[in-house]
């Protein structure tokens, strides 16, 4: 399983995180906020399937650029797969004709231009290589993480979440575990804020890997507010985490390594 966080600003510096997609192989979306600002990372004839975790701005900015881009080639779009609420909020707050056209009304009743798909919570979803089962995090609105399953990998991605359990409980009970991709986005200093916004510095970040039983897997630090970058580096490199990596836009992360 090889897995590229899409780079996400305009100068090139592929440390920096403004906005957030994942791709995985080529044929996986997981988000939207920077993959259509891009040409060259990925072919729109490959992906298949993007799933959008929630309707905040950094996880779906880029979603009417690359939707646009299937209509501008002529290619039918890839299938997109949200929870209910997420829906309505890009479907009222996006898609409304005054920030964007209505693609959603594309086509007709009968054939829409857009193929979009309910992902419930805990329903595992049966795609061409892959098994995603969507899991409830705990973010200031309706957020699902992922549980990733191909015939090589298993990975858990937590989307944005502050302190949370049930994504967890279907970790440890998986029999293989290669990699988590976590976010921690700020430090510890505006562990209120965090809080009050339901995500985790390195403090919850912590206390959070600690609730993961009987797996070694990789570590892969996402969503690092860019400003304050460099502090929270510093403040998990001081918690000595086995195989903790803070994901780049200019590596692609392969799974099993």
């Known amino acids: 399983m090889k897995i590229r966080l899409i780079p996400s600003n305009t100068d090139g510096?592929?440390?920096l995180q403004y906005l957030t997609s994942l791709l995985i192989d080529q044929s996986l979306?997981?988000?939207a906020g920077?993959?259509?600002?891009t040409s060259t990372i990925f072919s729109l004839r490959k992906l298949k399937d993007?799933?959008?975790s929630h309707a905040h701005m950094d996880h779906v900015a880029s979603l009417p650029s690359l939707l646009e881009a299937y209509l501008a080639n002529r290619l039918p779009p890839p299938t997109i797969w949200t929870s209910a609420e997420t829906l309505q909020s890009l479907k009222l707050h996006l898609f409304n004709n005054e920030l964007w056209p209505d693609f959603f009304s594309l086509g007709s009743k009968e054939h829409p231009w857009l193929n979009v798909r309910e992902s419930s919570d805990f329903i595992p979803i049966e795609l061409d290589g892959f098994r995603v089962t969507p899991i409830p995090v705990n973010h200031v609105i309706k957020t699902q993480?992922?549980?990733?399953e191909s015939s090589e990998a298993t990975i858990l991605i937590s989307s944005d979440t502050g302190p949370s359990h049930s994504i967890w409980e279907i970790a440890n009970q998986q029999k293989r575990l290669d990699a988590i991709i976590l976010?921690?986005?700020f430090p510890k200093r505006l562990q209120g804020m965090a809080d009050l916004s339901r995500h985790l510095t390195p403090k919850?970040?912590?206390l959070e890997l600690a609730k993961l039983k009987n797996h070694n897997p990789a570590i892969l630090a996402v969503h690092l507010k860019?400003?304050?970058r460099s502090t929270i580096i510093n403040e998990l490199h001081k918690m000595n985490l086995e195989r903790l990596v803070v994901m780049r836009s200019d590596h692609e992360y392969c799974y099993p390594s």
């Open 145 to 148: 993480g992922y549980l990733i």
């Open 34 to 37: 920077s993959a259509g600002f």
């Open 29 to 31: 979306l997981i988000d």
């Open 204 to 206: 919850t970040f912590g």
């Open 13 to 15: 510096n592929p440390v």
């Open 226 to 228: 860019p400003l304050m």
């Open 50 to 52: 993007i799933f959008i």
């Open 183 to 185: 976010e921690v986005a």
